[in-house]
């Protein structure tokens, strides 16, 4: 039971943190390159796809959190690679990385495209949709990979302390069966 509620801890609170990378990154790249070709001001190019993006990334994030177990991926790495330390830290956010970036980057290439690129350059038409969001998205890939990479290095140990300190009251205080959670 404790476990379960861990685990549901760690994943809404990593869905949150790649929500807000993946919003942060895409309409940055965006607005960037709006500025650069039309010379738009860079909050009016960037404020509006942040708090969309920010919106859907939350959900997509939070669903994919809940509905995969990075608890057992997690776990299936250690077992399958026998590592530990830096090394297995290093595999460990890769998966997650893995997961995350490409599914939500591809979603919101795609969102972007329809809501912010299409109807401002009517030319395009809808039956570009799927190519110009698909450039989209393999120009932003990379970054937002490298980017969540880094972050989920960063935040997904603090999470993981955090969810056993709330749950486990006695948790990194040396007691008996720490190390079998």
Partial sequence: MIQ?????????RMGIAMSITMSVVGPLLGAISAVKQSGAPFIAAFLPSFLASLV?????????GLIISMKKVNDGIENVTKTKGFVLHLLQSLASDLIYTPFIGL????????VFVIPKSPALGMNMLVPVALGNFVKSLLPEFIIALIVIMIL????????????????????AGDEDI
């Fill in 4 to 12: 379960k509620k861990i685990e549901r801890y760690i994943s809404i």
């Fill in 156 to 175: 997904e140990p603090i999470i993981q302390k955090a969810a056993f300190k709330k749950y486990i009251p006695n948790y990194g205080q040396n007691v």
């Fill in 107 to 114: 979603v919101m290439a795609f969102f972007s495209t329809a």
């Fill in 56 to 64: 859907i990334t939350m959900i997509l994030a939070i669903g994919i």
